[in-house]
């Protein structure tokens, strides 16, 4: 039975320690319910309770979007368990293989791009929530859509079509009341996979300067969701 609650619903599609559960923080102490989903089922339980813990009413849910239908299937659930989505939140990393761009053949282009489909399935399934609820999807991105960055060999295709698809959802949307943005990061998010395991390989190296806290992220996710006056912000302590 869908809820019967009309406090609104963010979904987090890439729930994880860094970026996502600071933007289901941001949103769930504001009086949103949240929606939590990753392939890191192991980890929901402990997601879940710190939000409770917060006063958020919080669930989480096991997705695999590499899968075809996928990502579908989570929108639909999530909208039969809390009865309406209000705002969404993509951030979930797809494994790209990196390397200089000038080796980068066809099949490792095809592979990176195939990426890109599950956020485009996910966009189109909750824009019937969106477009009903005035609501708002955004987008995290790389910096390698907008600086050249040559050693990543496909992310940079991957972060373009990322880039290039949510600025022209936003062109195409806005008229209809429904805000997509991009936040495209230059940086490395503290508390995330990426950031823990870079520490690990480079125990001696001095990252401060291009750390950046993903709570202060989220708020300008919040602030994007709020202002709805820009497709894209760029946060870059990189270039």
């Known amino acids: 039975m869908p809820s019967t609650n009309v406090a609104p619903v963010l979904l987090v599609l890439g729930a994880g320690p860094g970026l996502g559960m600071s933007v289901a923080r941001a949103f769930g102490r504001r009086g949103y319910r949240v929606a939590l989903a990753s392939r ?139 805000y997509v943005g991009t936040l495209t990061v230059g940086g490395m998010i503290d508390g995330g996979d990426i950031a823990a395991a870079t520490r690990a390989s480079a125990p001696e190296a001095d990252l401060a300067a291009i750390t950046l806290r993903p709570d202060d992220l989220a708020e300008r996710v919040w602030r994007m969701v709020q202002e709805r006056d820009a497709g894209e912000v760029l946060v870059d302590v990189i270039s």
């Open 40 to 178: 890191s089922a192991a980890r929901h339980p402990g997601y879940v309770g710190e939000l409770r813990t917060l006063g958020v009413d919080a669930t989480a849910f096991p997705v695999d979007v590499s899968v075809p239908g996928a990502a579908a299937d989570l929108v639909a659930t999530v909208r039969e368990h809390f009865g309406r989505i209000d705002a969404a939140y993509y951030g979930a990393a797809a494994p790209v293989a990196m390397g200089p761009v000038t080796e980068l053949g066809p099949d490792g282009a095809t592979a990176a791009l195939a990426t890109v489909a599950p956020a485009v399935e996910f966009a189109g399934a909750v824009l019937p929530d969106l477009r009903t609820n005035g609501g708002a999807v955004v987008f995290a991105g790389g910096l390698s859509a907008v600086v050249p960055m040559p050693d990543v060999g496909g992310l940079a295709l991957v972060a373009a079509a990322y880039r290039a698809y949510a600025l022209n959802l936003h062109a195409a949307l806005a008229p209809e009341g429904v």
